[in-house]
């Protein structure tokens, strides 16, 4: 599994998300996290520039969250990814 978590540096809602996932990371459940800087592209803060944090299990998909890890929308895309 992997997840897509828009961010922006001294950010701490971004930092506090990041955390709250990587403790949803266990043996039974593994993933990758790629942090995008939304401020590294005009496109990006277009996009999310209030909303970041923004967390996706798929770019294709709508985005789990964002402000605050929903643990159950992660949880749910981990157990459909199983």
Same mark, same amino acid.
């Given at each position: 599994?992997?997840?897509? #978590?828009?961010? =922006?540096?001294? +950010?701490?809602? +971004?930092?506090?998300?990041?955390? $709250? #996932?990587? =403790? ?8 990758? !996290?790629?942090?995008? @800087?939304?401020? $590294? @592209?005009?496109?990006? !803060?277009? =996009?999310?520039? %209030? #909303?970041?944090? !923004?967390?996706? $299990?798929?770019? @294709?998909?709508?985005? /789990? +969250?964002?402000?605050? /890890? @929903? %643990?159950? &929308?992660? #949880?749910? &895309? /981990?157990?459909?990814?199983?």
């Amino acid at each position: 599994m992997h997840f897509t #978590l828009y961010s =922006r540096s001294y +950010c701490h809602l +971004c930092e506090d998300m990041h955390q $709250a #996932l990587l =403790r949803l990371r266990t043996p039974q459940h593994p993933f990758t !996290v790629d942090i995008i @800087d939304v401020d $590294a @592209d005009e496109a990006l !803060v277009a =996009r999310f520039d %209030e #909303l970041v944090p !923004v967390l996706f $299990a798929s770019l @294709d998909q709508p985005e /789990l +969250c964002h402000y605050f /890890l @929903d %643990e159950t &929308a992660v #949880l749910a &895309a /981990l157990a459909a990814n199983a």
